[in-house]
């Protein structure tokens, strides 16, 4: 069990969003007690400390509330950064990451709940492509730089952007296999198939005030 005095994170264990920050927590080796939630059910706690309420929120011990992905994932970072994860060039870092969570995360959006942006005339195919398109520049650099985006080991690009792109290939898993590039399948795969990315998606029950808080895994 984490101290009790530990920063509380609430997540979402299917948002990408949580997923990145998780990561970033995990490879820092910090101790965090985790509440899980259900984004229909969001406790109390939660939209008292954030009341954007959306997931990630971490909750330091004194008080301090940090409530966007990025942000938790670089503070984890400045805690402790054991595999240089911060190594990259910070602008082409933050051009990558805007990318992905700008017409990327649009795309990827529209391609997955069409139905939502039926006001815009969404066309799932259309923004699969679009998002592709996207792909395939990351997939060149990652060819280029041997592995990852940044070099032959993963930064916080790499761990910034997966989560999103595991979510689109996963909307239909067929496609992607036969469509997307090499590299960047290899890629993606590798990264799901990871200790670390095992050990984040950890299943955990919906929190409710006096339940457990589990302490967030950690890898090597």
Sequence with gaps: MPDPAAPILYTFRRCPY?????????????DIRVREVVLRDKPAAMLKASPKGTVPVL?????????????????????????GWLSADAAETDALIAQNDGPFKRALDR???????????????????????????????IADHGGQ???????????????????????????????APG????????????????????KYPQWAPGAAEPALPVAG
């Design 111 to 141: 391609y997955k709940y069409p139905n939502r942006y039926e006001d815009e005339g969404a066309d799932p195919v259309e923004n699969r492509d679009a998002g592709l398109a996207i792909l395939e520049s990351l997939s060149e650099q």
């Design 59 to 83: 909750v330091l011990p004194n008080g301090e509330v940090v409530d966007e992905s990025l942000d938790v994932m670089r503070w984890a970072l400045a805690e402790a950064d054991p595999k």
């Design 183 to 202: 590299p960047v399948k290899t890629w993606l795969a590798g990264h799901k198939d990871s200790a670390r990315f095992r050990a984040i998606m950890a």
């Design 18 to 30: 949580a997923m990145r920050a998780r990561l970033a927590l995990s490879v820092a080796q910090l």
């Design 149 to 179: 985006l940044f070099g032959p080991a993963p930064t916080l690009a790499d761990m910034a952007i997966f989560p999103f792109v595991r979510q689109f290939a996963h909307i239909d898993l067929d496609w992607w296999e036969t469509a």
